[in-house]
T-cell receptor
Framework: TQLLEQSPQFLSIQEGENLTVYCNSSSVFSSLQWYRQEPGEGPVLLVT?????EVKKLKRLTFQFGDARKDSSLHITAAQPGDTGLYLC????????FGKGTTLSVSS | NAGVTQTPKFQVLKTGQSMTLQCAQDMNHEYMSWYRQDPGMGLRLIHY???????DQGEVPNGYNVSRSTTEDFPLRLLSAAPSQTSVYFC?????????FGSGTRLTVV
């Protein structure tokens, strides 16, 4: 069974701080995807990383895929209250498997 | 282009009742899947389909049935609801580079 361990589970920070969310597995995935979910809505895709060592940037968000394609990280620079939400990593093999998510709260 | 549409948005069932959660997509995606989301458990895969007429089990398939007669529709059936099936259910379809999710069905079994 493929498992994705996501940490931390909860994160509460002040506006302007930086943070990193980690997603680790013992399995190799063909891609690693990051989603953001708002209350009462379904997850929305932020980014997909495919190549080992790949780095993608989305404004203040930086996503990295590990060289062995087993782990990934999400770094947010200068967090804002609008970044508040549930962040989910997901690995794609025969199906899409999710980590348990990181609940981020950014206060002003 | 509506994306992935799930109905109903909310449902309360009594133990033992049956119901079907509807999922439809208008993007001509071959791959569709159902997840349930519970506090502290993340999203867990129930069933998935790689195309019309083909379905397979995910991580937590017990108590749920699916069928895929058309590319557009992928309904999830609960034959005899149990309180353990109280959850939020999401349907998703796969596009190039990622998945599109519906807005979910919140199901309570009493």
């Amino acid at each position: 069974t493929q498992l994705l361990e996501q940490s931390p589970q909860f994160l509460s920070i002040q506006e302007g701080e930086n943070l990193t969310v980690y997603c680790n597995s013992s399995s190799v995935f063909s891609s690693l995807q990051w989603y953001r979910q708002e209350p009462g809505e379904g997850p929305v895709l932020l980014v997909t990383v495919v190549t080992g060592g790949e780095v993608k940037k989305l404004k203040r968000l930086t996503f990295q895929f590990g060289d062995a394609r087993k782990d990934s990280s999400l770094h947010i620079t200068a967090a804002q209250p609008g970044d508040t939400g549930l962040y989910l990593c997901a690995g794609e093999g025969t199906a899409l498997i999710f980590g348990k998510g990181t609940t981020l709260s950014v206060s002003s | 282009n509506a994306g992935v549409t799930q109905t109903p948005k909310f449902q309360v069932l009594k133990t033992g009742q049956s119901m079907t959660l509807q999922c439809a997509q208008d993007m001509n995606h071959e791959y569709m899947s159902w997840y349930r989301q519970d506090p502290g458990m993340g999203l867990r895969l129930i069933h998935y389909s790689v195309g019309a007429g083909i379905t397979d089990q995910g991580e937590v398939p017990n108590g749920y049935n699916v069928s895929r007669s058309t590319t557009e529709d992928f309904p999830l059936r609960l034959l005899s609801a149990a309180p353990s099936q109280t959850s939020v259910y999401f349907c998703a379809s796969r596009r190039q580079g990622g998945y599109t999710f519906g807005s979910g069905t919140r199901l309570t079994v009493v």
